[in-house]
């Protein structure tokens, strides 16, 4: 596993809760009196953000042995910070298989390489257990992608923007939610890096380790700041049935 690692150069201070002042009014939205968080951030007052990336240890995992010594020390975590990240596609119709999983806690990120090594049953395991939450932006669409590779039911799984939503955010993504949070921006230069290549250099495997921490660090904040809901679970939404199908069961009685 030593092989595959790397210590990050990028430092940062202790992440904080962002303040905001009256300054900017026209570039940071509240949409109502007295809402704690921003409605939404222009992208001219985002873009003018210090960056901020992953200060802990990262760990590329394309072995097999590797992965089972990853699996158990992460299964000894309470959360995780969760990603994905798939080769772009440059061809209409064109789909490809999530390449990458990334999990990662406050001082270790682990990039796991599923274009090499598929998706083994304690990788499988990890993600439908209950007991350890696996936070996130945007994760249906890895969940889905994920299922392509193996049939499961996810378990623990923790939505950011649902949380956002609910203390009265619009834009939700993970960039907006970082700046809405922290003050702080997160690049996505190496965002349609090719993630089925042999190699990957320091600021793609940066890049992908740091959507994950962040994630998690959301999580640990708005846990201490006591702004989570009650019900933080996500689940996956039940497929809606389609005309055609209403109509021929309606029929069929």
């Given at each position: 596993?030593?092989?595959?690692?790397?210590?990050?150069?990028?430092?940062?201070?202790?992440?904080?809760?962002?303040?905001?002042?009256?300054?900017?009014?026209?570039?940071?939205?509240?949409?109502?009196?007295?809402?704690?968080f921003?409605?939404?951030?222009?992208?001219?007052?985002?873009?003018?953000?210090?960056?901020?990336?992953?200060?802990?240890?990262?760990?590329?995992?394309?072995?097999r042995?590797?992965?089972?010594?990853?699996?158990?020390?992460?299964?000894?975590?309470?959360?995780?910070?969760?990603?994905t990240?798939?080769?772009?596609?440059?061809?209409?119709?064109?789909?490809?298989s999530?390449?990458?999983?990334?999990?990662?806690?406050?001082?270790?990120?682990?990039?796991?390489?599923?274009?090499?090594?598929?998706?083994?049953?304690?990788?499988?395991?990890?993600?439908?257990?209950?007991?350890?939450?696996?936070?996130?932006?945007?994760?249906?669409?890895?969940?889905?992608?994920?299922?392509?590779?193996?049939?499961?039911?996810?378990?623990?799984?923790?939505?950011?923007?649902?949380?956002?939503?609910?203390?009265?955010?619009?834009?939700?993504?993970?960039?907006?939610?970082?700046?809405?949070?922290?003050?702080?921006?997160?690049?996505?230069?190496?965002?349609?890096?090719?993630?089925?290549?042999?190699?990957?250099?320091?600021?793609?495997?940066?890049?992908?380790?740091?959507?994950?921490?962040?994630?998690?660090?959301?999580?640990?904040?708005?846990?201490?700041?006591?702004?989570?809901?009650?019900?933080?679970?996500w689940?996956?939404?039940?497929?809606?049935?389609?005309r055609?199908?209403?109509?021929?069961?309606?029929?069929?009685?």
């Open positions: 596993m030593h092989k595959g690692d790397f210590q990050t150069n990028s430092r940062s201070d202790d992440l904080e809760l962002f303040k905001y002042s009256s300054e900017n009014s026209e570039e940071v939205v509240f949409s109502q009196k007295g809402q704690f921003p409605e939404r951030l222009s992208k001219e007052y985002v873009q003018r953000l210090p960056v901020i990336s992953f200060k802990g240890r990262i760990h590329l995992i394309e072995k042995k590797d992965l089972e010594k990853v699996t158990k020390i992460l299964s000894q975590e309470k959360v995780l910070g969760f990603d990240e798939t080769r772009p596609n440059f061809k209409k119709g064109q789909k490809n999530v390449s990458l999983l990334q999990l990662s806690t406050t001082k270790d990120a682990y990039l796991i390489r599923l274009n090499i090594l598929g998706f083994p049953s304690e990788l499988v395991s990890l993600l439908k257990d209950k007991n350890i939450l696996k936070v996130g932006v945007a994760i249906l669409d890895d969940i889905r992608a994920l299922q392509k590779l193996c049939k499961f039911d996810p378990g623990g799984f923790v939505e950011l923007s649902d949380i956002g939503n609910q203390l009265g955010i619009v834009t939700c993504g993970l960039q907006n939610l970082a700046a809405i949070f922290f003050g702080v921006r997160i690049t996505k230069k190496e965002r349609l890096t090719n993630w089925e290549k042999n190699e990957f250099n320091n600021s793609q495997c940066l890049y992908a380790a740091t959507d994950a921490w962040i994630c998690l660090e959301m999580f640990i904040l708005l846990k201490k700041e006591k702004f989570l809901p009650k019900k933080i679970i689940s996956m939404p039940t497929p809606k049935k389609s055609f199908k209403k109509f021929f069961n309606k029929n069929k009685k």
